[in-house]
């Protein structure tokens, strides 16, 4: 089975610009959530979508958005982007809640 | 709100030596515990998870944790470190009934010594 996947692994943008960011859940699992990791911040919660609605959302601004389609497949989107966005972006797949929880190997994004 | 603190930012160990790492968390109720694996540039690995019943959970590759209630911790071991093993460590909290969304740790860099 494949496990989750990410695209692009690698992204550099400019300030003020936008990005979106993609993720294909392991096929069947409805629940796609999405963190930022930094060296200064660690890992922390961006949102998690099920059955293409959002269920829970982390302490980001509102640059911060995502979506989930009828395929399970997400993406996220930043706009207007800060030298503070520059981060590794994962996303991870999970059947149902309290399952365990598969991450893809992230988009690392540079913000310059 | 949970948090979750691993006192140990980095670790060393020789190869062969038994490894304990720290994790401590603050929540109200008894949450979902989980310990997960960064390697260099890859995402995280699942390691072990606690979500109710016996307090020692056997994970992959050799790792055990145990929940302890009255310490609020769930503190990973290994009896024998491997070179491989040379990581960073998250260990993470969900609520029950509250979707997907971990809290993690600030990690602890592991380094084993040959």
């Known amino acids: 089975k494949a496990g989750v996947t990410q695209t692009p692994r690698y992204l550099i943008k400019t300030r003020g610009q936008q990005v979106t960011l993609s993720c294909s859940p392991i096929s069947g699992h409805r629940s796609v959530s999405w963190y930022q990791q930094t060296p200064g911040q660690g890992l922390q919660f961006l949102f998690e979508?099920?059955?293409?609605?959002?269920?829970n959302k982390g302490n980001f601004p509102g640059r911060f958005s995502g979506r989930q389609f009828s395929n399970s497949r997400s993406e996220m989107n930043v706009s207007t982007l800060e030298l503070g966005d520059s981060a590794l972006y994962l996303c991870a797949s999970s059947l149902e809640e309290n399952e365990t929880q598969y991450f893809g190997p992230g988009t690392r994004l540079l913000v310059l | 709100a949970q948090s979750v603190t691993q006192p140990d930012i980095h670790i060393t160990v020789s190869e062969g030596a038994s490894l304990e790492l720290r994790c401590n968390y603050s929540?109200?109720?008894?949450?979902?515990l989980f310990w997960y694996v960064q390697s260099p540039g890859q995402g995280l690995q699942l390691l072990l998870k606690?979500?109710?019943?016996?307090?020692l959970v056997q994970g992959i590759k050799g790792f055990e944790a145990e929940f302890k209630r009255s310490q609020s911790s769930f503190n990973l071991r290994k009896p024998s470190v491997h070179w491989s093993d040379a990581a960073e460590y998250f260990c993470?909290?969900?609520?029950?009934?509250?979707?997907?969304?971990?809290?993690f740790g600030t990690g602890t860099q592991l380094k084993v010594e040959l």
């Open positions: 979508y099920f059955s293409e609605t959002q269920r």
């Open positions: 606690y979500f109710s019943g016996d307090t």
């Open positions: 929540y109200g109720a008894t949450p979902y």
């Open positions: 993470a909290v969900g609520r029950p009934g509250g979707g997907n969304k971990l809290t």
